[in-house]
């Protein structure tokens, strides 16, 4: 992938500082140690100014989403993961952070509703070296319904 595809960093980049031959440089950006991010947790950490959402889903999956609810704002690292998704903790919209759709109330809204569902933006992340790295081309993007 470089910087494309699994958001979860199952296909790395050689280094975190290589580069797309299609996309061009690639700009992973050092976040936090990576011991500091248990399964089951989230922590909120700053990438090239941006606030992001980090996860580590309790399977040991790694996530880096935007810490901004797409619903209505609210701050997603107050919220509780389980079963890889995001609660958020103000309507409790429930995230996958293996995808970014809107789980509920998409599974529960009729169709043309839940088309309306914005899902999460995620971002390509990566453990290297004892650190969780972001790659920071898509940080403060917001992904359409
Ligand atoms: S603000 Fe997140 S679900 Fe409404």
């Given at each position: 992938m470089a910087s494309h595809g699994s958001p979860c960093g199952t296909s790395r980049p050689k280094h975190p500082h290589s580069s797309n031959a299609q996309a061009g440089p690639v700009h992973w950006q050092r976040t936090i140690r990576a011991e500091t991010l248990r399964r089951g947790t989230l922590r909120k950490a700053r990438v090239s100014g941006t606030e992001v959402l980090l996860a580590r889903l309790e399977d040991g999956t790694l996530a880096a989403a935007?810490?901004?609810?797409?619903?209505?704002?609210?701050?997603?690292?107050?919220g509780m993961l389980y079963m890889g998704a995001v609660d958020c903790p103000r309507h409790h919209y429930l995230y996958d952070l293996r995808t970014g759709v809107n789980r509920y109330p998409r599974e529960v809204f009729p169709a043309d509703l839940a088309k309306d569902l914005a899902p999460l933006q995620l971002y390509p992340v990566m453990e290297r070296d004892g650190w969780i790295w972001v790659e920071s081309a898509r940080l403060g993007q917001r992904p359409t319904a």
């Open positions: 935007s810490v901004v609810c797409p619903h209505e704002d609210a701050d997603l690292s107050q």
